[in-house]
Each structure stands twice: as C-alpha cells, then as structure tokens.
C-alpha cells in the first residue's frame, strides 16, 4: 500500500557531503513522522534524525551540526543532507515513515529498502 524509495546514496571520503532522499508514495492520507536511521556491520539500528510534518528536528549528538533533515510535505519526501562526513558515519541508512491511511485514523510505520553509504578515510 505504502512504498518508501531512498536514493543518494554512495562512496565518498572523509570530509565530503552526501544527500539522501525517501519518497512515499501510494495509498497515503498523510505522513506524519519521517526518520533516517543507520545500520552499521555488527551494530544495532540507530536513529539518526527525523522530522514532524510540522518540522520538529531531532538529531542523534554523533550528527549534529553535520547532517540536516528536511522535507517536502506536498511530495511527501524527506531528505537528509549530511556534510562532514566520518569513516564512522559509514552504514546503511534506512527511511522510516509513520503513515496515516485514507481509510483509518491509525498510524503505520514503513521502512525503506536502505542506501549504503561508505566513507573512507
């Protein structure tokens, strides 16, 4: 019913910038909270940001003053534009909505597919 589709991931080396996007698209009434959350080799799913329809910004302290989430509610897409980058930042990152249907007033939560990103040093 709901599809989450990330992009921008990539390779890049220390210091350098990346742009991540997650689109939600089908049977949506209205997307409430978007998150980014990274998964690193042997580590456990971390948030990394996330963001309210309303554009409250958390951040986890190990991304702050360095990545940036945003969205577009109209394309209910977020972004997260991350400068800076660190050999530790390297994981999968994964997009995470929490979704209103048409046809309730419950919330569903949907994950993307994750977008590798790899930072050398």
């Known amino acids: 019913q709901v599809q989450l589709v990330e992009s921008g991931g990539g390779l890049v080396q220390a210091g350098g910038s990346l742009r991540l996007s997650c689109a939600a698209s089908?049977?949506?009434?209205?997307?409430?909270?978007m998150g980014w959350y990274r998964q690193a080799p042997g580590k456990e799913r971390e948030l990394v940001a996330a963001i309210t329809s309303g554009g409250r910004t958390n951040y986890a302290d190990s991304v702050k003053g360095r990545f940036t989430i945003s969205r577009d509610n109209a394309k209910n897409t977020a972004y997260l534009q991350m400068t800076s980058l660190k050999p530790e930042d390297t994981a999968v990152y994964y997009c995470?909505?929490?979704?209103?249907?048409?046809?309730?007033?419950?919330?569903?939560?949907?994950w993307g597919q994750g977008t590798q990103v790899t930072v050398s040093s």
């Open positions: 995470n909505a929490r979704v209103v249907l048409p046809t309730t007033i419950l919330e569903y939560a949907y």
């Open positions: 089908g049977n949506i009434f209205r997307v409430n909270f």
